[in-house]
Structures are given as C-alpha cells and as structure tokens.
C-alpha cells in the first residue's frame, strides 16, 4: 500500500495568548501528528505552510521543528510548502526554503522551484505548487504558470491559499482553479484551518484543505483538528491529532444584577474545570446595577491554559448610567476597589491626581 500524508498550519512557536504552556501545546500536538504519520510509513510526507507561526521562530520550536524534520527526512521524502506565516512582511523573504539544505530529502516548493518529481513505489509523481502570494493577480497568473508542465502517472497541487468562498479576502477564485483542476489528480491547501472538501472543484479533481493541528483561536474551537493521508492514491482520510481542549461559552442572560451575573459565570466556570483547558466565556446582559460591581479579575481561577471571560453589557444601559455618572474622587476610589486594582495604589494616586488637576477645579 502506497501512503502519501500531509500535515499542515502547526504554527510552532506560537505563544497564544501570551502562555507560555500553550507554546508546547503547538509543540506537542505537531509530535503527535508527525508520529501518527510516520506509523503509516508513508512513502512521502507533505507540509501545506504554517508549519512556524513567526517568520523568526521562537528557538525551543524551531529546535523541535528542523530536528523532526531531519529525522523524517531520513525514512522518506518531505515536501515543505510556505505559508504566510513564514514570511517576513515588506522584505517577502522565509527561513523555510533553507530547509532543503537540511537534508537531500527535504524539498521546498517556491515560485522558482515549483515541481518537485519523485518515484514512489513504481509510479512517478510530481507535486507542484509555491509560497503563499498575496496577491491575487500574481497567484492566479502563477498557478496557471506552473498548471502547464508534462503529466506524471500522478500529480499534486499543493499551496497555501484562500480560495474563494472559503476565505475573504481570497486570492485564487473558483474560476483560476477549476481551469488548472483537471492536469492534477489531487489538490491539497493550507491556510483555511478547518478540514474540509473544497467542493466546488471535487466533480473535477478531489480537492481539501488540510487542516489545522492546534487551533489558534476561539473562533476555531469546533474544528477538529488532524491530518490527510492518501492511500493508494484514491483513498482519502482525516486522522485526529491530539490538540488542547478548547471551549467557547456565549449566552445572553437578559436582564440580571452584578452579582448574579458574577455567580452564573463562577458556575460555567466550575461546570468546565477539568473538562477543558482552554475557555473563553463571552455573557452578553442587561445590567440590573452597577458595572464595577461585576467580577473583572478572574485571572486567580485555576485549571486553565487560557481563561477569557468578558460580560458586554447593553449598549442602552451603558448609555443610560453614562448619563448619571458623576465623576468624583470617590469614584475614582471606587473603581480601584472593584475593578480588581486596589494593589496599584501608585496608579490609583495619580489618577486622583489627573482628576484635582483637570477635572476636580472645573466649573461648570
Ligand atoms: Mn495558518
């Protein structure tokens, strides 16, 4: 059996949310994945981009990164394909394509080295494909450029783009691939970090975004996260990767006081310790009181990676108490002791300052 597997968007090296353990999380979850692949003792191993999420990685991953790399390389070929992330913004240059110096194994596709031919198992394959291009216009322009090569026995398209209706801005549209679609057998992209068919080019040519191995936000807290391996050239599946367990908690509470909305938070708090590591909870509310009197700091909650709790009161009840408020020197004590802050005594001092000085002698 012939096992063609891509992995791809790791993002090694990124410190989500400032945590240093989430750092691992993208370390471990890469191993895992790399692992996973390498039990089906693939006869070639694809990296659709992102595979670091800063253009300079952080050393500890980057370290992790060109080791894995340089042992996989050992056992069977690595194709690398480069992400935006890679890419260092006005200057348009990546660390990435050194990576094919690392090992004779390890090949780089890029707009000047866009086919990489190899024999796997009898059968020659070729995978074609570039950077990630931001622009549309050069995108398309290119992706029909390197469409116009001779037929191997089997040929992959592999980039790291939006396509159109799957991300906005886009830079390939449906039309650019479905023109180009027929010449490959398969086309593989990263960038978009869900796992899913592009279904609009699979009655010509099977088609997918990889996916991600580890989310990097809240917005992707339902997608599973996994690679794509091929079998035998026709069978396509989606294996799970073990990632950080995250959870996004949204609800509208209507009408409530400080304090209940402080007790219903504390609850979903208790109700997902230990369940997940990971929690965002986002409480929309009609506030029955004072807004200082909702809980601010709950960064002393144990049991989470990333804890991100924010109540958004409704914009016409945060009008109407903007209407009465009086600012004073109590307020400003006020706030101190109920916003969490009654440790800045400095900050607190010269905000009363601020206030004699330009607000406490006006007259109105
Ligand atoms: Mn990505």
């Known amino acids: 059996m012939t096992i063609i597997c891509c992995i791809s968007d790791s993002h090694l090296g990124y410190r989500h949310r400032m945590k240093k353990q989430r750092l691992l999380d993208y370390e471990n979850s890469f191993l895992d994945a790399t692992s996973k692949a390498m039990e089906l003792n693939p006869s070639m191993l694809i990296f659709a981009g992102d595979l670091v999420h800063h253009p300079r990685p952080e050393p500890k991953s980057l370290h992790t990164l060109i080791t894995k790399l340089i042992d996989i390389a050992e056992k069977t070929p690595v194709i690398v394909c480069i992400g935006n992330h890679e890419i260092e913004g006005h200057l348009g240059t ?166 209940d909305v402080n007790k219903t938070i504390e609850d979903i708090i208790k109700d997902n310790r230990g369940r997940t590591e990971c929690l965002q909870i986002r409480i929309n509310v009609e506030l029955e009181g004072d807004y200082f009197d909702l809980r601010h700091d709950w960064s002393q909650e144990q049991g989470f990676k990333i804890l991100d709790v924010s109540v958004i009161p409704s914009a016409e009840e945060e009008f109407k108490s903007l209407e009465k408020i009086e600012i004073s020197k109590d307020l400003v004590e006020e706030y101190f002791e109920k916003s969490g802050m009654h440790a800045r005594e400095d900050l607190r001092e010269i905000c009363k300052e601020l206030y004699e000085k330009y607000a406490g002698g006006f007259k109105r």
């Open 94 to 259: 990546a660390y990435t394509p050194i990576f094919s110096d690392l090992h004779k194994n390890i090949h780089v596709l890029s707009t000047d080295n866009p086919h990489i031919t190899l024999n796997l198992d009898g059968k020659r394959v070729g995978i074609h494909g570039f950077q990630y291009l931001r622009s549309r216009k050069l995108a398309q322009e290119k992706l029909a450029e390197i469409s116009g090569f001779e037929k191997n026995d089997y040929d992959i398209l592999c980039l790291h783009q939006g396509i159109e209706r799957y991300l906005s801005p886009f830079e390939l549209s449906l039309k650019s691939l479905r023109e180009v679609a027929g010449k490959f057998d398969l086309i593989l992209s990263g960038h978009v970090h869900k796992h899913q068919e592009i279904k609009e080019l699979m009655d010509v040519t099977p088609s997918y975004y990889v996916g991600s191995t580890e989310r990097i936000s809240f917005n992707e807290a339902e997608n599973p996260t996994g690679f794509l391996a091929l079998r035998n050239f026709n069978e396509v599946e989606f294996i799970p990767v073990k990632s950080a367990i995250m959870d996004s908690v949204k609800g509208n509470l209507g009408s409530m006081k400080p304090g």
